[in-house]
């Protein structure tokens, strides 16, 4: 069976940086070429034209043309023509896209196209509670009706999209998996005291929440430190960079116990986690986040929000604490909670490992998407 993606992201150094979707991507693809399936993973919109084979998944980069009119369109064709050679030539199967923005609108392939819904712009613009550009949302709606078929990383996910474009499509859900060989325990000292966020600095991670909430830490813990590894980016509202808000809502004593790292390698990310007291993801729009799948594989406890998706992923009290963001001082007190019982931090962590690997490891996830697959081309074939 060979297999495509096509993305806008995919977290490898010869590409542009990437963020949760790519290294979902990468992780069901690698989980794919271990069980004997050849996987193809073109990556669009990037600064140029290669190809080269990552961990044994081929990777096609295609640049962006930039044409001056009617680029939406013309682009997309582009790009249809350059897979479409592809699939002919590597006798491909079919092809899965993601959701964000509509990559797949107005383009025609030969094999079954799947879109997976991993969080459109259209779904983060609802969750937010903001208008979205109108183009977006007819590109995304163009692409799930077009496609053959629909899954969702989230029963959550794929409830409030069908409500938002009014889909009659069946949709199936396949949680995210990780590959808990990789994402495992590690035998390193602790930074006793320290919190960790990892992900994008963005309004809808819950990031300025964050900040009014480690004040209230710090407050109560003195030895509290927070350490903030991600991407800054303008904030939608302000026009201002978040992480400058950020640091405007935190209390002087706040802002001398917090370290932020611009970005650190895929690979590298697991070492921070491991060196972390507790993991603090407070985020108030997801689908199916790998960051907090990555924190529970490494025997971490966390402490998430409590909306929607956090239910099919998170067992509170259980796996760590899931708590409403915007309620700053009870999110606080369960970190502090954390902080001062290391025996619970560390039986927290340990059910959340077994969380994972009974639910969401590769080796269960992944047969759950070769299954969907096989019958997907099976049924294409016999047609």
Sequence with gaps: MTIAFLTSEYPHEKLKPSAGLGSSIKNLAKGLIKSGVDVTVFVVF??????????NIKVISIARKGYTFFGWYLERKHIQGIVQQEINAANIEA?????WTGITAFMNFTIPVVIR??????????????????KHYFFENNALKRADKLLSVSAFTAQVTTAIFKLKKDIK??????????????EVEV????????GTIIRKKGVLELA??????????????????GKDVQDVLE???????????????????????????????KDYIAKANVVVLPSFAEAFPMTWLEALAMEKAL?????GWAKELMVDKETGYTVDPAHHKAYADTIITLLRDCKKAKMFGKQAREHVILNFSNQVIIEQNISFYKALIKGKNEI
Excluded: W
């Excluded at 092809?95 to 959701?99: K, Q, S």
């Excluded at 969080?119 to 208008?131: I, P, T």
């Excluded at 930074?191 to 990892?198: A, M, T």
């Excluded at 402490?303 to 909306?307: D, L």
């Design 46 to 55: 990037q600064n140029e034209n290669t190809s080269f084979i990552d961990e």
């Design 95 to 99: 092809i899965e896209a993601p959701d």
């Design 117 to 134: 819904l991993h969080g459109s712009d259209a779904y983060f613009c609802h969750l937010e509670k903001r208008q979205q550009k109108k």
């Design 173 to 186: 859900v396949i949680h995210n998996g990780i590959d808990t060989t990789f994402f495992k325990p590690m």
């Design 191 to 198: 930074n006793k005291g320290q919190l960790l966020y990892f």
């Design 212 to 229: 009014q909430i480690f004040n209230f830490v710090v407050a109560s813990d003195a030895n509290a430190s927070l350490l903030l590894i």
């Design 239 to 269: 026009n201002k960079s978040t992480l400058s808000l950020f640091n405007s809502l935190l209390t002087p004593k706040a802002k001398e116990k917090v370290t932020h790292i611009l970005e650190v390698p895929y690979k590298d990310v």
């Design 303 to 307: 402490v998430s929000s409590n909306i």
